[in-house]
């Protein structure tokens, strides 16, 4: 196969890599936007794992998994746990992790052992090298041009020498690091919060495989300060994989497990959790395991959750610590929350997050991508790509999409520089809905109508209640006037995309102007549409509500509330069928309607509590 031909006349790209303890990635700004770079398989996460094997290359990723069940003691991973310190300064724990041993050398520095005959050793600097290699690699082949250049994550709190090994292991692998970025920060700039006012507030809830992070950060003069971490680099998903293999081999009444035993039914293990994020339960495989004999359970959410309970708790606790410390600095209290980390990925997980601090994660990203496109990100600012693209294309017109009721709801708006990049999250507006249609526009109506219609997707969904479905929809324009819509079940992670060439910024200025002449000649009569529209919504949201309350609960009402209720009611319906269309009117009629039933939904949930007790 011939290899693409290399070029370093191409501008000097810089690349951004998230060196991670279980998985690694490597992303680049492309065309304004940062992506995740995949190799030959399609694969954009690469575990960290390194297999050596005498007389030959290291392997790096997926196949040095698999060769660890064959080599299990030339096999290295989460080396991450020993770059930059030193032999003494390792805990038992240190000693017990792989299935390779740690010497010292004469200086105090970790040797890993990588052939049991030879008793040869590297260094957690080559290994890490290796993995760094592999990323340059895969950059390369997708880029088709030499890479020479990274800027690369650690977690928050580093020291010094676990950075400048960091660094060391990046130059063995022929890159130089232009930046090492703390994960966190890389996770928030993914998130696009470099843009939120000064002063916000973030807490970055990482959960990986092997660690457990959490850094609050505040931003100052658009960069992010790192104002208080704590973290367990003993806590992640391993741990849960751990207590699941635990509990099956109790169930089968298993005893002592061999390693080869051990490995098989922990890979099952990691392979059921991930599969209960989607499905509420799964079986547990293992063919021939022991005597010939095989072994196969069924592990239900509730059994996993009772597992996993536990676990999550002490990542409460942690949390709890790193907010007190903040505040004690006198920082604010913590207003946006993101998750990074394969393990945020568990709907418990975000459930529990929510139940305790009352923070509402947003999704727009891959949690265990988030890190890596930061990274990208940074990378993409340092060698010019995002920051010093020449900002003199606006976009003409607003772009959004359709909304409940036929209105438009604007995503990017008319006059914004481009590239420019914007989201906002929708869910279904009817019960059992199971699809939704995204309808792009462009223009300045109120109404959907009035403007432009550029393209259509539709994004499927489950069906449920009303409001339960998440779609995340993020408009990105790139310097070359394209328009890419990505819609994304964030329930699913699955993606959606549209691309609309040129007619986004590209647009005849008569016609501009046009739409703007009517944008503003119907501007009386399009607010009231608007606010009509939002307002009938709010009375069919209202009206059925009410009639079943009074269903229910209306025989404990003394007579005159109810006639008062029933009179409200009456209004709003009224004013819903006048052809008049009075919007100020059917707004007051819902608040006095919205008043009148305070009383009466209070006994609704009272009742609701009734039932339970
Ligand atoms: P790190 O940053 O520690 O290198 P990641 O953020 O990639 O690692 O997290 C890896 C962990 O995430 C593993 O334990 C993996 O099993 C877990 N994980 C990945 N996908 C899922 C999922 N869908 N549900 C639950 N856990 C998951
Ligand atoms: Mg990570």
Redesign the pocket.
Known sequence: MAAPPMSTSKEEIIIGI?L????SLVGVVESGFPIILADENGDRIQPSAVAFRPGEDPVVGKPALRARELAPESTITSVKRFMGRSFSQLTAEDHEDGSFSLQATESDQIGIQIDPTTQATVSPELVSSEILKHLKQIAENALEQEVNRAVV?VPAYFNNSQREATKRAAEMAGLVVERILN?PTAAALAYGLDKLDENQVIAVY?F??G?FDLSVLQLKEGIFEVVATAGDTRLGGDDIDSAIAQWAADQWNLGELNPEESSRLLSEARKAKEALSEAEATDLRLPFFRDGESYEIEITRDSFHRLLLPLIERTRLICQRAFAEAENKGVPTVQHLIL??GSTRIPLVREKLKEWFGLEPNLSQHP?EA?GLGAAIQAGMLCGRVRSVILVDVTPLSLGIETFGGLMNVIIPRNSTIPAKAGELFTNAVAQQDAMAIRVLQGEREMAKDNWLLGEISVPFTPGPKGSARVGVQFAINENGILEVLARDTETGEDHLLAIENSAVDVDDEEVEKMIGESIDYAFEDMNERVWTEARFKSEELLPAVSDALQQVGDTLPEEDREAIEAAAEAVRKLLESPEKDAQALKEANRMLDQQTETLAALVIEAAFGDLS
């Open positions: 998230d991670g303890t279980t998985n994550t994960e990482d990986g495989g660690t990074v980390g265990d890190v």
